[in-house]
Structure formats: C-alpha cells, structure tokens
C-alpha cells in the first residue's frame, strides 16, 4: 500500500500520516517551532488545525510558511454565518502566514440544522465559494462526529473531502460514509485516531484505519519523538492480522466504560445538557491536558455538568449504558478540585 496518496478529488498529493493540530496549544511557541519543523523535516506535509483551536494556527504558521510549496495546510472555520466565515479566514490567513490555505472545512457540522444554515443563501458554504474564487482557498470540506448526518451532507453539496472520526471504538464511518466517499472520489480523512489518547497501542490504531482505506489519519503530535514512531507505520500498511486485531478489541473493552462515542441517542436532555460535548471537554480536559481550553468552554456552556438533575432519562436513551449523572458528578468534582474552585 502507498505512503502516499491523492487526498480524493483535491488531488493533493499527501503523506498518509498527517499532523493533528490541537495538542500544540499546550507548548511554547519554541517548543512548538521544534515540533512542526521536525513533522516538516520528516516528510509530514498534511496539517490539520482550525480556527477554534486558540493559538495552533499561530504556532503552524511559524513553521510552514517557509514550507508553503512541499506542505498542504488544512484549516477549518465554526461560523455557520458567510460574514463570521470571511471574518475567520482573513484571521485564519494571517495566523498561518499564508495567502492560500489549501482545504478550508466547516467545522464539526453537529445537526440538520447547522447543515441547513451553512448551505442557506449567505451561509458559510457561499462565503467559502466566494474566497475559491479569489483564490483564499483552494478547497471545501466538512467535519463531524456523525457519519448518517456527514453522509447527508456530502449527498447535498460537493465537498471535496470529510473528516471523522475513526478508531477501534468508533468505526461509524465505515458503514456507509467512508465507501460513499471513496466512491464519489471524496478525500477521507480520520480524526481522533487514537480516541482523544483514550487507545495506547498507537501503531495498530493507526494501521488499522489507514488499512481500511481512509487517505490519511491525523494523530495530535507534540512530542519529537511521536513523530518518527507514527512514521514508523507507513513501513508495514498491511491489514491487521487476527491476533493483531484482538489486541485492538481487548484494549477496547479494557477501556474505561464510560466512554461517549457521541452517537447522541441520549438526546435531547430535558435541561438542556449537552450531553455528548460534555463528555467531549472532559477528555480534553484530562486526557489531551488542554485544561484552560476546556474550563473556558465549560464556563461558557449555558448547562453544564452540575445542571444535571438525575433525571436518568438519558440512561435508558444511551446504548452503552452509560450512567451520565454519576459521570457528570464525578467530573464535576474532579474538574473543581483540580481548578481549586
Ligand atoms: S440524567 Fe442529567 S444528563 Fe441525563 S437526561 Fe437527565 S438531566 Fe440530562
Ligand atoms: S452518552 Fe451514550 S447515547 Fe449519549 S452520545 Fe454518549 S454514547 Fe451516545
């Protein structure tokens, strides 16, 4: 199998193993500079960031844009709104040092809704036709946790690439999603491939999502090392054998139960909880250690985790079971007591 692929119908000639862009949030900017630059120096010349990931843009352009011709940069913008998008990009430009970021993704379409509102008449999706043609981007994509609702999008508008997760515990978009776009020459690219650092064996997770034929999987680097080790993958692409993939399903069930995998059948919570976004924070609060950018966005939430009455409602909704009160509770007394508040 290549270590090298076209990222769909972008045509974006790419490593297989990208670089995920949100854990350098928490490095200095030298620290950071050391990162990048060694991704660069090794060959990786896919990096995924977006708007909302603080200063990661920042931290990229230091680097890349003394690499504009050998690195393809991807970015992605939370507006649904065309003004708030135009307003991103001129600032996602700037950041990144950049005249031209190459894929340019609505960020984490959630619901029919969000969907409908970047695909209205001054939505996000006219804004970014408009900086196409100016030549601000050179492609449209879209991200989301929800393969059925990503499926629906790519069957409503032509995006030239979709970005999921995919790991050993959240293999959704391998149902329909990721065969669909393959067939319709959509680029695919898998987030979280390691679900947020929650899986360990990082090797196999990332052979086992590059063998089911995704173009490129982005594991979050902040560290010289990892570099070369996810590297390292591209040297055997061969589908996993029996006893390597039940080495995958025993770390899953090891795994902590309480995992979302973000399905939202829970939903809707009748005090308005997000329920799965919660569950969200808490991993980027404990395991990514990105602590100040989760309490920034709990803080921000109009219900968080100590709105949660125990109503249970959820419980019954949830086809993992999991016991979201108790979870909630338990999060909300370690995130107090870590923040000393
Ligand atoms: S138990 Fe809590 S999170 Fe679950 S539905 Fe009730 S209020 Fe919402
Ligand atoms: S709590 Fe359960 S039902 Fe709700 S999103 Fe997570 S895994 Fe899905």
Redesign the pocket.
């Known amino acids: 199998m290549d270590t090298q692929t076209k990222l769909g119908k972008t045509q974006l000639n790419i490593n297989r193993i990208g670089f995920g862009g949100i854990p350098i949030q928490r490095l200095s900017y030298e620290e950071s500079d050391r990162v990048v630059q060694k991704a660069v120096d090794a060959g990786i010349n896919f990096f995924d960031t977006s708007r909302i990931y603080s200063d990661s843009e920042e931290k990229l352009g230091r680097i890349l844009a003394g690499h504009r011709k050998k690195v393809v940069i991807a970015s992605k913008t939370f507006s649904r709104d065309g003004d708030a998008v135009k307003k991103d990009l001129e600032t996602s430009l700037k950041q990144l040092g950049t005249e031209c970021i190459e894929l340019m993704q609505c960020h984490n379409i959630g619901s029919p809704n969000e969907l409908d509102q970047i695909m209205a008449p001054g939505g996000a999706l006219e804004a970014l036709e408009q900086a196409l043609q100016e030549g601000k981007i050179q492609h449209i994509g879209i991200t989301g946790h929800k393969p059925p609702l990503l499926l629906e999008a790519l069957k409503k508008y032509p995006f030239s690439t979709v970005q999921v997760p995919l790991n050993i515990i959240e293999t959704g978009a391998l149902q329909e999603l990721i065969p669909y776009a393959r067939s319709q020459n959509i680029g695919t690219i898998a987030m979280k491939p390691v679900a947020g650092g929650a899986l360990q064996n990082v090797k196999l997770n990332l052979r086992f999502i590059l063998a089911n034929g995704i173009d490129v999987a982005i594991p979050g680097m902040d560290k010289e090392e990892q570099i070369n080790e996810n590297l390292s993958i591209l040297e055997n692409l061969s589908p996993l054998t029996k006893k390597e993939l039940e080495i995958l399903e025993n770390e899953k069930k090891a795994l902590d139960e309480n995992f979302c995998r973000r399905c939202e059948y829970?939903m809707p919570?009748?005090?308005?909880?997000p329920?799965s976004f919660?569950h969200t924070l808490s991993a980027y609060y404990f395991r990514y250690n990105l602590k100040d950018w989760a309490w920034n966005r709990i803080q921000s939430l109009p219900k968080s985790y100590q709105?949660?009455?125990?109503?249970?409602?959820?419980?019954g909704k949830c086809p993992y079971d999991l016991d979201?009160?108790s979870i909630?509770q338990d999060t909300w007394k370690r995130v107090q007591e870590d923040r000393g508040v």
């Open positions: 829970c919570c009748p005090e308005g909880l329920i919660l709105d949660c009455t125990g109503c249970n409602e959820c419980i979201n009160p909630f």
